[in-house]
């Protein structure tokens, strides 16, 4: 099995199936992961070059995506393409991600050519970068990351959490698909901190969950490679959902990237006769 940087290297280059005047076909490999189905982030780091290899002279600057069902691990993803829209400052494409068995997710996604304009942010300056101490690790993030709370704690906090990262060196055409797939990773356990003695590694025992969407924003141009805050929080969870926000900034307090996302959050229930008991 290869390591799971050049995994995920690997799948991020779609191969060409099929091209017609408005649409596009491309073809993804899936993640070997240890896992029952297709990661989330690997989705959305694939239909974010899956865009932005339709509209090559045009970055992706947002991302809405829809997760219809679970993508299974053992069949390539075929990312359907099609252009709507594409003038000389702006495109708007959408995309099915799809199966044999149907379709797993759907995307839509607005481009948009360099251009000058004003420029001001109105958030928080990140605090210093955390030191070596704070080294944390997580099976789906193969880079370097650092975080000063732990979101497997079962000890009740508040909805909000923020770890630093930093990528092996990479090719900055990446960057936003790296980051996409990074964002779906702890929105959930960001929610669930409030809920004593629950922890994000009780997904499948003390409760069950899965995203439903998905938005990103990119504001600015950046790199992977070079260490990135990830600042989030959850402002409710109610009818079984839950939802998170979170920014993304440089070391130096550039904002770069937003992100929001809603996903099912059950926990097992007393059946009737218990309840009137």
């Known amino acids: 099995m290869p390591d799971l940087w050049s995994d995920l290297l690997a799948c991020l280059e779609l191969s060409t199936r099929s091209s017609l ?24 780091g694939q239909f ?16 809405h995506a829809l997760f219809a069902r679970e993508g299974r691990t053992d069949e390539p993803i075929r990312y359907r393409v099609r252009r709507h829209h594409e003038g000389r400052s702006f495109a708007t494409v959408s995309i099915v991600a799809e199966q044999d068995s149907g379709v797993a997710a759907t995307a839509s996604l607005s481009m948009h050519a360099p251009e000058a304009g004003p420029e001001r942010q109105s958030v928080p300056a990140p605090a210093a970068l955390l030191g070596d101490e704070h080294k944390v690790e997580w099976g789906l993030l193969p880079w370097e990351t650092r975080a000063a709370a732990d979101l497997d704690d079962s000890a009740s906090g508040p909805p909000e959490f923020e770890f630093w990262m930093r990528t092996p060196q990479v090719s900055p055409e990446l960057a ?3 980051l996409a797939y990074a964002t779906d990773l702890n929105l959930i356990g960001t929610a669930l901190r409030p809920l004593e003695g629950i922890r994000q590694s009780g997904n499948g025992t003390a409760f069950r969950s899965a995203v439903t969407s998905h938005s990103l924003w990119f504001h600015r141009e950046f790199r992977t490679d070079e260490w990135l805050l ?30 929001a996302q809603e996903a099912m959050v059950r926990f097992p229930q007393p059946d009737a006769d218990a309840a009137v008991r």
């Open 21 to 44: 005047d408005d649409e596009t076909v491309f073809e993804g490999a899936n993640q070997q992961l240890e896992y029952y189905r297709v990661f989330g982030g690997q989705l959305l």
């Open 48 to 63: 974010v070059r899956a865009a932005a290899l339709s509209c090559p002279h045009k970055s992706v600057k947002s991302v």
């Open 176 to 178: 936003p698909a790296i």
């Open 230 to 259: 990830l600042r989030q929080d959850s402002p409710i969870m109610s009818g079984a959902r839950c939802f998170g926000r979170g920014d993304v900034l440089t070391e130096d307090g550039q904002l770069v990237a937003s992100y």
